[in-house]
């Protein structure tokens, strides 16, 4: 009859264990649904509810199992998992087989103990299912359950198994030493060793000796470190704390990044100088490819100041960087950062800016798309800022990405067009006069009022016409800024149509204001005319364009009017007649103030 | 895992090392004074209340040694450098008796502790008609029960013997040498496939040490003047493996660890064997060529098709190992650079094991215990100081291997050393001659053991000997071991 070891009994050693029919069954139940929920993992993922019922139920069942027995112990073979010397499960097709799958690395036991809980058999099928997608040859399960060491699981792979590994071709052999080799044979104690001895043995008759447990060992008491000395103190414990937890957060990229820099800076011969160069930009492209744009950075830094060092003293090394350098700036580095923007990784933003700044104009279309996925306060800034600094050298390049849809990179890029010295820059503003976008047509105008060339005035003049109020009225401010004598006849047209009339009194005033600044006798003769008899407007409709003249004058320089006014003579129309007087009085109460007699004059 | 289920890992971890310093304190003092001892008192009392407090909420205090992990009920214990030393007292304790649990239960009183303590207590002291002292080894197999303990339960199992474990460690020794010289003869070359059998290779040598750790110790003492960089980069895999264990290095990390270990002289491929070799002082020219090997070895390294298999540690164990805390090492950086926790380890491993070596150019090598005296003169400068503190307490004032001089005029090798450093020179040695110089395949004593009147020690260690002066070859002793 078998005897069933029970939990608590201890194992008798050199007997094997008889498993009675019940605790049979129930570990061939149990191994069953393994296997079964195993061929589940490999089909679904772990998340997914089938997979997890069939994990609750595998864990209730382990349960039940382990409130009869403290292990459940299966011997592994090439096909089958066996409790005892039963077979439990057999499975003949090698590829399909998970008793193969372990006996393949060596296994030759797997146990699982009591204790096992939902979380490891969770992790313990994940490690599974991860090793059963990689090629035989670039996987072995012993390795990575060494590795995670679970504490309910374990398995036995016996050395042999490495044997099969290593050695097939060359073997250093263990050599033998015959116990009797160590026999035979005397020694005798050199002179100074003899003398220690005795000196030993007189001391100790002396009662030199203390009861301490060192004590014993006079002759090379000094150079033999104290017991004190290798007594790790508070502090030191502290350190190696430290010194430990800094060790793991380290990047280990950026640690190789500047190993790799030290090797290149040192390798004196050109062939391994120029292979560690590639493997150094095989790390960069790799660390770019995962967005860690900041260690990319880092090594682009370092390559940079190596290459400053070449320059007065290696130049053919500087030859083989500066290559390595081009290729990273104009073929590598762009691609590998829009593939790692399509996982969704985001970057560190001011390494981002710093690597696009490396790159050059040639980044602007990049910047464009990067300006569209994130709209962060911090991005758009920096964005702007590089827009700003690097635009400059490539206009054309930087056109490409100004759009209506992107309001405030447009922005700062019509400002970085006007504040540049490109000859061309007119033309370039030109083609936003008419966006569809409101705020960025107003801003063309008015950067067009800053600009010196004689063809900004035409160009705005049709704008006076826009359908749109502040367009219009832009348009009228920027002409009057400009200050150009080639539209004046055409202000002066457009003042004399009944048009004029439905315009704002905004763009009235600047139209006027424009022919006021304007000087030259033409447009004076208008406006004083415009005073002294507004000929073409109908007396029954009652407007008087002189007014809106006079109003414009108020916020013009008062030595400019005062002379204008003094040239007018007499005027008729006793309404423009008062509005002059009003305008007069401000100017003279401004200038009785000028005078500092501090009363006021009628 | 659960916030609750990380809890109670946490708590049992802290607990179950608590309770487990306890357990050693008692132990040790129970090897120096009697049960009556006010401090043996002290200390039980605090055990006790200590296995109360968890029994009322556990319902059990169970400690099982699984492979190399311990386990309180149920959690893996975790073990740093600051309690390393318990983990080893449990090793060092179950391993011999073959003890893969013990376990308390509620009930359990003083004098069941006591008798328990007592019975695990080693026969130190010489019985009547008896010359030496049995191993705790034989004394297990002696007694196989350690007595009844109605709340104290001990379960073994059909373990290895001592002789079988060290066969083992050996053969996975000099399989270590095979593969190794697989791949500087370029039988087989760095790819994934046979990274994964270094890994493995490295996994296997760490449960050795941990199994075996003072063997393993003492099959470095194998030195290959032929063939020295085969040899000595195993003994560094293994020196620092140990010391990574020590800290408290995790599993992940001590493969990583032990790979760069492994592959930190490969750049003296390069270098050629007349200097390698050279007998005489190095001129100017020849150090120069000699100092460019650790980057040699970075460039052998990155010529791996798969360097992704490799640890990145790898490179830098290879670049800085012979980097100094005072910056006077080489290479010579451009900018200022830290110097990795991996390179520092490897760096200590590297230079006991080379001084250590008899070597062309050097008149004698040093003994173990000279290495570590002068290692410990040099920290702060050549090492980190602390690293090298850990290490010195690791292999002790005498190191194994080391060949002692005893008062009884007998010559022994050191084969295991004490973890408590009043105890280093307290060590177990293997008897190689009589007091008359005979050379014999004598028994491992321990020199803590005392005579019948339990005050006086019957060896006492007088001098450290150099074994060539005697023509020994300490690594036959180990090698023996492993027949």
Known sequence: ?602 | MTKSQRSREIYLNQTGLDLLNKFYMLTRTSRLYEPNNLLFVHQLRDLLQSLDEILQKEKVAHFLLRATTLLFNGVKLKFSHVNYHLFRFIYDEFTPRHIVSLAFYPGVKEKEIIDFILSLKPETSLKKDQSIPPSPEKEALEQPLLGEFPHIKVEKSAAKTGAERKKNAARVYFLGLTHLKEYLTQKKDLDSKNLLTTRRMIQTLFDHIVENEPFLYGLTSIKNHDEYTLNHSINVCILALALGRRLGLERKELVELGISAFFHDVGKLEIPLEILNKPGKLDEAERRVIETHPYKGVQKLLQLPHLKALPLQALHVAMEHHCREDDRGYPRYRGKKTISLFSKIVKIADYYDAITTPRPYRKKAFTPAEAINLMMDKAGEEFDPTLVKVFASMMTACPVGTLVLLNTGELALVYETKSDPPQFLRPRVKLITDAQGKKIDGPIVDLAAKDESGQNYLRSIVKVLEPDKYGIKVSNYFMAEAQ
């Open chain 1, 1 to 602: 009859m078998s005897t069933a070891r029970k939990k608590g009994d201890p194992p008798v050693a050199n007997q094997p264990d008889l498993l009675d029919e019940a605790t049979l069954q129930q570990g061939k139940e149990l191994v069953t649904w393994l296997i079964k929920t195993f061929s589940q993992i490999k089909l679904y993922s772990l998340d997914h509810p089938n997979v997890r019922q069939f994990i609750d139920t595998l864990s209730q069942k382990f349960g039940a199992f382990f409130a009869q027995n403290p292990v459940l112990e299966l011997e592994v073979t090439d096909t089958a998992f066996l409790l005892g010397d039963k077979k439990v499960h057999e499975e003949t097709q090698l590829i399909r087989s998970l008793p193969f799958f372990f006996y393949k690395d060596g296994v030759t036991r797997l146990s699982f103990h009591e204790g096992l809980t939902q979380d490891e058999l969770i992790q313990f099928f994940q490690l599974l299912e991860k090793i059963s997608h990689l090629p035989p040859e670039e996987s072995d399960i012993v390795v990575s359950l060494w590795e995670m060491d679970f504490p309910h699981i374990d398995y036995l792979a016996p050395d042999e198994f490495l044997e099969t590994k290593i050695g097939q071709e060359t073997r250093v052999t263990p050599y033998k030493v015959a116990r009797n080799f160590l026999e035979g044979g005397t020694l005798h104690l050199a002179p100074e060793d003899q003398a220690a001895l005795q000196k030993y043995a007189h001391q100790r008759t002396a009662g030199l000796e203390g009861s301490h447990p060192s004590a014993g060992l006079l002759e090379d008491e000094e150079l033999l470190p104290s017991p004190a000395r290798f007594q790790l103190r508070r502090e030191e414990s502290d350190r190696l704390e430290i010194l430990i937890h800094k060790h793991r957060e380290l990047s280990q990229e950026e640690e190789t990044i500047h190993l790799l820099v030290e090797t290149i800076y040192l390798e004196e011969k050109i062939q391994p100088f120029t292979q560690v160069l590639q493997s150094l930009s095989s790390l960069i492209e790799e660390t770019l490819s995962q967005g860690k744009v900041t260690i990319a950075v880092h090594a682009l830094d370092h390559l940079l100041d190596l290459e400053k060092e070449f320059r007065k003293t290696q130049p053919e090394k500087l030859l083989h960087l500066n290559e390595t350098l081009r290729q990273l700036k104009e073929e590598k580095i762009i691609p590998l950062l829009i593939k790692s923007l399509e996982k969704m990784v985001t970057p560190d933003f001011e390494s981002l800016f710093h690597l696009l700044e490396f790159i050059g104009p040639s980044s602007l279309s990049l910047v464009g798309r990067l300006i569209d996925n994130y709209p962060d306060k911090s991005f758009q800034e920096l964005a702007c800022a590089f827009i700003q600094k690097i635009g400059l050298q490539n206009l054309p390049l930087l056109l490409e990405i100004a759009d209506d849809h992107r309001e405030k990179t447009t922005l700062v890029i019509l400002r970085t067009i006007a504040n540049s010295d490109d000859p061309r820059k007119l033309s370039y503003l030109a083609r936003f006069l008419r966006s569809r976008n409101l705020h960025i047509q107003l801003e063309t105008i008015s950067l067009f009022s800053s600009l010196p060339d004689p063809k900004a005035a035409k160009l705005i003049l049709p704008l006076l016409d826009d359908p749109q109020l502040e367009v219009r009225q832009q348009a009228a401010r920027a002409l009057v800024r400009l200050n150009q004598p080639s539209v004046s006849e055409d202000i002066l047209n457009r003042i004399q149509e009944k048009s004029f009339n439905r315009r704002s009194l905004t763009e009235k005033k600047a139209l006027f204001a424009y022919l006021f600044r304007l000087k030259t006798p033409e447009s004076r003769d208008f406006l004083k005319g415009l005073l002294k008899k507004p000929w073409w407007w109908s007396p029954a409709t009652r407007i008087n364009p002189g007014l809106w003249l006079i109003d414009t004058l108020k916020e013009e320089d008062r030595l400019e009017v005062e002379d204008f006014l003094n040239e007018l003579g007499l005027i008729r129309n006793r309404k423009i007649r008062r509005a002059l007087q009003g305008l007069k009085y401000k100017l003279k109460l401004h200038s009785h103030r000028d005078k500092g007699t501090g009363r006021e004059e009628t």
